[in-house]
């Protein structure tokens, strides 16, 4: 194959921390192999690995959803072949800071809605808590098993052009991605099969088993039935639930199919009512319990928060978890590591103003083509102001909304996301990426799978990462 011809299209971008190359343009030790590949295989052959792995996510289908789009929801993921490789150096300091980052924040949780503490203290204001959204009330004063109320999440990254990973968000309610990252890797698998082992690649494949094993030791019982509630069929991660429902051999239920008799959850089965000891719930809070919440629900299971409360069923994550990854509750995240932990945040912030404050709100207003603007409780990428890419017209229109609540927002710094090689009509492009590792929290400490899910911006130019605005993934390789 000509070398040339594949890297043609290579530009580094101006003031971005590259995966592949460094400054001098030199390539960084771990692509040596994979790139060795890529220069003795023909461009044909890598198409024809292009078209294998759109037809084994369609075979298997691999989707997800777009409430936005008019001409039709389902999309099949978008995966690029070529993997973002990750040193077993740089992973031992992420996998150090996320586990520091959620020990803070199951302690935070906890201390929310027990003493509070930091409040007390002043570390956080107790009006940024009691206006929050996801600050549940009814959680207040539950003991929750082994003082564990994030079980699962997935802890979103950016490397910035300084070649530091920044936390972008933390993801703690219902995290998503995890069933995208394995079968990243068993695409993978089929398209490179003698090169991951030759690469000594860490599995990414015991995530299930793992997983099956935190849920497990939440119940007493030797064998405990444990079910994943999904919202059903029209969820945007549904494929997701059953994937990981059918790896863990457990039921995939509806709120239609559970059933609370004298504050136990029960199951319907053929051979009648089956009690249930641990919920893997995929059903946000709000809908949960119409009895507590949403009185419209009918995702949820009537009088499941009863059951919650005298410690006849465990949920998974806890409900009210999401008071800790709320954007506005971000900001307070290295002082909370401090306060809780006595130590220094490993992984750092991005700088972020809270728009409620009004001298930051004004510095963003005169900075605005320099900012990126989310709501507080946003995600997936919607509800976004990108100030680079905004008219003067969108500007003001989303600036008028801001300022009618001005606490439901804030602003970060456009960064200038570190580039991976892909594969994109037939050469190699640096294309914007993130990292979402996944990790899991049970009584016997924190395990985070090595690897996760990188998404990659497959628009040129473009910053935004998320599957629902045009992003896509490739596999991640963590090479011991």
């Given at each position: ?28 030790k ?64 992420i ?9 803070a ?61 920044y ?14 990252m ?7 698998k ?62 995939l ?92 945040p ?19 207003e ?28 969108e ?86």
């Open positions: 194959m000509e070398y040339n011809n594949l890297f043609s299209a290579y530009n580094q971008l101006p003031n971005t921390w590259d995966e592949m190359y460094n400054n001098s343009k030199e390539l960084r771990q692509y040596e192999g994979f790139i060795e590949y890529l220069k003795n295989t023909s461009p044909e052959k890598l198409t024809k690995k292009e078209e294998l792995a759109k037809q084994l996510f369609m075979s298997q289908g691999v989707t997800f959803t777009v409430y936005s789009d008019n001409e039709g929801i389902e999309k099949i993921f978008p995966f690029d072949i070529v993997p973002r490789i990750i040193t077993a150096g740089e992973w031992a300091k996998e150090m800071g996320i586990k520091q980052r959620l020990k924040l199951n302690l935070f949780i906890k201390d929310i809605y027990n003493d509070q503490f930091i409040i007390k203290d002043g570390i956080i204001p107790g009006e940024l808590i009691y206006s929050c959204s996801n600050f549940l009330r009814e959680m207040k004063g539950i003991k929750v098993p082994y003082d564990v109320y994030v079980h699962i999440s997935g802890v979103d990254l950016i490397r910035n052009n300084d070649g530091d990973f936390v972008l968000e933390d993801n703690l309610r219902t995290p998503s991605g995890v069933s995208y394995l079968e990243n890797r068993e695409i993978s089929r398209l490179f099969p003698g090169i991951i082992p030759k690469t000594q690649v860490r599995s990414v494949s015991n995530y299930p088993n793992m997983l099956y094993k935190k849920l497990k030791e939440l119940s007493n019982n030797v064998n405990p039935n444990i079910v994943l509630l999904t919202p059903g069929i029209y969820n945007s991660a549904y494929y997701e639930h059953t994937t990981l429902a059918r790896l863990m051999g457990i039921e239920v509806e709120g239609s199919d559970l059933v609370v008799k004298n504050h136990f959850v029960y199951m319907k089965t053929t051979h009648g009512l089956k009690q249930v000891d641990v919920i893997y719930r995929r059903v946000d809070d709000d809908y949960l319990d119409p009895l507590e919440f949403n009185s419209k629900s009918v995702l949820g299971v009537a009088g499941i928060m009863a059951a919650y409360r005298k410690g006849n069923v465990n949920i998974v994550n806890a409900p009210g978890t999401g008071i800790a990854d709320d954007k506005a509750t971000y900001i307070y995240v290295p002082d909370m590591i401090k306060y809780y932990l006595g130590e220094e490993i992984l750092k912030n991005i700088e972020t103003y809270q728009l409620g404050r009004p001298d930051e709100l004004d510095y963003v005169k900075n605005i083509r320099e900012m990126v603007i989310k709501k507080t409780d946003g995600s997936g990428g919607y509800g976004m102001l990108m100030g680079h890419q905004a008219t003067d017209t500007i003001k229109d989303y600036l008028d909304n801001v300022r009618k609540k001005p606490s439901a927002y804030i602003a970060q710094p456009i960064l200038r996301l570190s580039t991976a090689p892909c594969y994109i009509n037939d050469k190699l492009s640096p294309r914007c990426i993130d990292l979402r590792p996944f990790a899991l929290s049970g009584r016997d400490g924190i395990d985070i799978c090595p690897g996760g899910l990188t998404r990659v911006a497959l628009k040129e130019g473009s910053l935004v990462v998320n599957s629902s605005q045009g992003g896509g993934s490739k596999d991640t390789w963590v090479i011991q």
